[in-house]
T-cell receptor
């Protein structure tokens, strides 16, 4: 069965510190992987995506993610967090025809000044 | 990037009334749109897939007679919550698949609609 696991419900980091948000997936075929960010009361904004090719993908706002097939992971990273990065982050797996998206439960990021 | 809009952003209604939420793809055509529901501090739950010119496909457990979906054009899908009750209060988000040169690119999300049923 398809599923996405984000093991960390809440994460707090200091501004300027590095960040890694974990995402593990279970999917029967080649996954299409996404990271979205949601600010309170807002919709989801696409940060980055992976379909194929280079396993390290760059996204907006200085984020990057690395696809590791052997670990079924697609962790999101940022070298230096800004206070404006405080939000909820969702990892998602999409079926190849995009008719199904499976979302993780989300990780809420707090940023300390 | 591609833009998906929703209207209204917030709506408050009385129990028993119906509410219509619009989802529009502003700068691209979307043959497929999706409707999600999000409870507080939870992830998104897919309710249904809206297909232009045909009936929507509902996920298991979603009442099709309560959540009416119409995808009348390539840029507009509507969700009508009929005979709304307080338990229908939630955050409803739509999304649309963007194709570039016929190839699926990604799924873009609207800003969401907060429905409160009194």
């Amino acid at each position: 069965a398809q599923s996405v696991t984000q093991p960390d419900i809440h994460i707090t980091v200091s501004e300027g510190a590095s960040l890694e948000l974990r995402c593990n997936y279970s999917y029967g075929a080649t996954p299409y992987l996404f990271w979205y960010v949601q600010s309170p009361g807002q919709g989801l904004q696409l940060l980055l995506k992976y379909f194929s090719g280079d396993t390290l993908v760059q996204g907006i706002k200085g984020f990057e993610a690395e696809f590791k097939r052997s670990q079924s992971s697609f962790n999101l990273r940022k070298p230096s967090v800004h206070w404006s990065d405080a939000a909820e982050y969702f990892c998602a797996v999409g079926a190849p025809n995009f008719n199904k998206f499976y979302f993780g439960s989300g990780t809420k990021l707090n940023v300390k000044p | 990037g591609a833009v998906v809009s929703q209207h209204p952003s917030r709506v408050i209604c009385k129990s028993g009334t119906s509410v219509k939420i619009e989802c529009r793809s502003l700068d691209f055509q979307a043959t497929t749109m999706f409707w999600y529901r999000q409870f507080p501090k939870q992830s998104l739950m897919l309710m249904a897939t809206s297909n232009e010119g045909s009936k929507a496909t509902y996920e298991q457990g979603v009442e099709k007679d309560k959540f009416l979906i119409n995808h009348a054009s390539l840029t507009l899908s509507t969700l009508t919550v009929t005979s709304a009750h307080p338990e229908d209060s939630s955050f409803y988000i739509c999304s649309a698949n963007l194709r570039l040169a016929g190839v699926l690119d990604t799924q873009y999300f609207g800003p969401g609609t907060r429905l409160t049923v009194l």
